[in-house]
């Protein structure tokens, strides 16, 4: 069958905000970090060209070309011909961005709200049972330990029904992803969200008022064209048809885009301003959208509803066992890390993988450079690199790293490109974005060198300078 009409995949943000100064982007090119999407004997003018020529010829579910309905996708203020690599001066948390965490709706509030309660409940009960177990006379106590060892077996009955009745509500609380078909907990239901999105939205909205772009600008339209064509392409998927996707372009400099459960679409202008062509900026937008349409928001919220409640059990034995106060904060610090490490972050490194893939076959669909995927993720680690970011271990992050995404991504563009024939799509004109940029970190890499070593005698070498030449 056509994958076009039916995808069916198997297998198979807190976010990431990059903060950066239009100014320091200026500064970075002007200093020569340039053409790594460019080649000997190919001028960037050409690349762009045959960018935009690919995406002239894009297909959508109705075989109509998306240079037929988009008049025009290039404006200078937003894709800039790749012959210029932003390089930025920015802080980088090891992601893009996933949709904002959402755990405030009418029934998810309540439990936020008494979480705390929840909490302080559990602490006060585990001291007042080390209270009194201090406070019994010692024979008293050997009397207790007696009636325990006697009736061992019923506490053991107990407590294994307790464990029972915590299986029963997960196993009870399983759905199916959609499109990945991955088995999942979901507590709260989809229209606790859809309000969530609404009180989520007007937040936003509130706090963005005076920096909206209009519908007239043309960076909103390229927003608006790209979202359009994604969800048109996608149209089969009915999680995809059933939102409306509205579109909102804050004129903001940091490179940053969610999308709320109720199809909510927020871009920064930053984001437009860092992408290298409209492919990456596709993929990205495919990847947000894909975040709102496998209900990733619900899902990390009853993860962390469920772990709350187990976590109640231990905190109460924590503030019960530990001899003294401070033993017990330490202890409940612990718990809390190592529910922190052992299961949210991976959670939510897990989903971000999956918005990549679902993400990708969107892109693919829509007749998008499905290749131009990684080198986004390429280009933010060499960011990471000239601005000698530290690179944390993976395992402290809640999203993969720039390298590993990178590597995701390449291991899924075979099957992408395959979805992306079976949908009669034009055929991709013009080298590999990632042999180029390949080629061209090479060739940054030994200009580079053949320029420090004359000059290694005349330069503080604790000042280092992000000074490359041009290819």
Known sequence: RNRCQRLDLSGNDRNCFLTGNPDSYRNFIGKGLRCLLDVPHTSGQEVYRNAHHSLGRFCSQSSQPLGEKIPSLQISSVVQPPHHFPAWNIQINRSFHTAPSLQAAPVPLFWIIVKPAQKLFAIILGRSIRKWWKALPPNKRELFKESARKNKWKILLGVSSLG????????????????????RLLVFGKEHFRELSQMEYDMWMEQFESQMLPETDARYQVVERVVGHLSESNKDIPQVAALKWVIHVVDEPGVNAFVLPNGQVFVFTGLLDAVSDIHQLSFILGHEIAHAVLEHAAEKASLVHFLDFLSLIFLTMIWAICPRDSLAVVGQWIQSKLQEFMFDRPYSRTLEAEADKVGLQFAAKACVDVRAS???????????????????????????????????????????????ESCNCPSLSGP????????????????????EAPNSTKEDPSKPKVDFPHT
């Not at 690199?385 to 291991?411: C, F, M, V, Y």
């Not at 590999?432 to 061209?440: E, S, T």
């Open 432 to 451: 590999d974005p990632r042999l180029i940029f390949r080629l061209n970190m090479q060739h940054l890499l030994e200009s580079s060198k053949g320029r």
């Open 164 to 183: 029972v009745v915590f299986v029963m509500f997960y196993f009870t609380h399983l759905e199916e992803t959609p499109i990945t078909g991955r088995a």
């Open 374 to 420: 990684s080198v986004f993720w390429q280009q933010m680690e060499l960011a990471e690199t000239i601005q000698g970011q530290p690179k944390l271990p993976e395992w402290l992050s809640t999203h993969p790293s720039h390298e590993n995404r990178a590597e995701h991504l390449d291991r899924l563009i075979p099957e992408a490109l395959k979805i992306r």
